[in-house]
């Protein structure tokens, strides 16, 4: 069991992106009964939900361009991804698999046309905050581990932002699953390292 200033943080296991979903990450739904087993150990349990409006800009489809592409936007480079997790649609449900039910909150992040967030902190400007720090800080954790999909976006850049946020960071690797476009998995695993997020099995 973990302590009690400890939360588990399970990032978009989500039908989109599983095998079949419209941005599968090979092997998603695989890391789902071990991530159900932990969700019985945490004494808080937070899901995320990427949940975006049909014409949300992270797609490539509104710009003319091809998917895993990266764009130029105001808050920086974009990569422009396939139509995903549309919110409403059953692509943005949970997986059937994953246990929905024990869970203390449900994050929904992306929801700005404008911008996208693939971090459950921060929106990817790096400014508008999700609110999930208070909320955290709130519930005395300072402690946080993180599974989901995917290990090399959404994991990472959540990971990041919560060890710059002062909260002792463990990503479980064996319960991720990468997405990993040009290199962007030994990237991610680089950039975690050098914030101070501990990788474990
Ligand atoms: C994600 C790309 C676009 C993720 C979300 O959950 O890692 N990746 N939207
Ligand atoms: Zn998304």
Redesign the pocket.
Known sequence: MAAATEALIV??I?ND?CPGGA?A?AGGDEIIPRVNALMQEFPVTVL?Q?W?PEEHS?FAALHDAAPFSTIQMPYGPQ?L?PV??VWGSEGAAFHPKLSVDPADLILRK?FRPEV?S?SAFFENDHLTPTGLTGYLRERGITDLAFV????????A?SAIDAAKLGFRVKVLEGACRA?DLNGSLAAARDAMRAAGVVLAE
């Open positions: 990032i978009d989500q992106f941005l990450v995320t990427d975006h992270s990569t991804w995903h997790c992306g996208d693939y989901g999909l995917a290990h090399d976006f959404c994991v850049w997405i």
